[in-house]
């Protein structure tokens, strides 16, 4: 029988997760250099997203439950004006983003708000797995919320009470 000793074991097993660890958390900034060419023609950088909270839902044309969350966040992005709402196809090719979106309501009345997340760079920044995914980031570009699936109406509503803090100047409560 083997024995591991955790004297020896435990360091090597720390310096081993230390030489990972830059891998797996960036220390860039999220917005460097970030340029997403809009799925009707409009581009985001990352220099307009600096100093607001941002509302980012990855999402798949194959993915019908996306399309769902989709309008959810709409009706919930309209009482935060200072939150910026993005919706991020992962979708290999931006013509399939396309041929979903030309059916569904939110994108009629808000497609400055589609990209498309070309060689899925920020899934992978932000280990996206599945979709639908909602993250909510504050003004400083930090992770605050990490949503995957359908949300049910506790989620929701926990949702509209994060973005009711972003958007109220200094984290005041807003009616």
């Known amino acids: 029988m083997i024995r591991l000793h955790w004297r020896r074991v435990l360091p090597v097993a720390l310096a081993g997760a230390l030489l990972l660890a830059p891998a797996l958390v960036p220390a860039d900034d999220w ?3 970030l340029s997403l060419k809009g799925l009707a023609d409009s581009v985001v950088d990352g220099a307009s997203l600096r100093n607001q909270p941002v509302l980012l839902q990855f999402w798949e044309s194959w993915c019908r439950s996306c399309g769902k969350v989709m309008s959810d966040l709409d009706e919930v992005a309209a009482r935060f004006p200072s939150v910026r709402y ?3 196809s992962t979708d290999d090719e931006a013509a399939d983003a396309r041929r979903r979106l030309e059916s569904h309501p939110v994108f009629a009345e808000h497609p400055d708000r589609f990209f ?3 060689g899925k760079r ?7 797995a599945a979709v639908p995914t909602v993250l909510v980031l504050d003004a400083d570009g930090r992770e605050l919320l990490r949503h995957v699936g359908h949300f049910n109406s506790s989620e929701l509503n926990h949702l509209v009470n994060l973005l009711n803090e972003l958007d109220s100047p200094h984290g005041e409560s807003t009616p």
Do not use: G, K, M, N
């Open 31 to 33: 917005r460097d250099d």
């Open 86 to 88: 993005l919706a991020l």
């Open 116 to 118: 498309h997340d070309s």
């Open 122 to 128: 920020l899934a992978t920044r932000f280990d996206v």
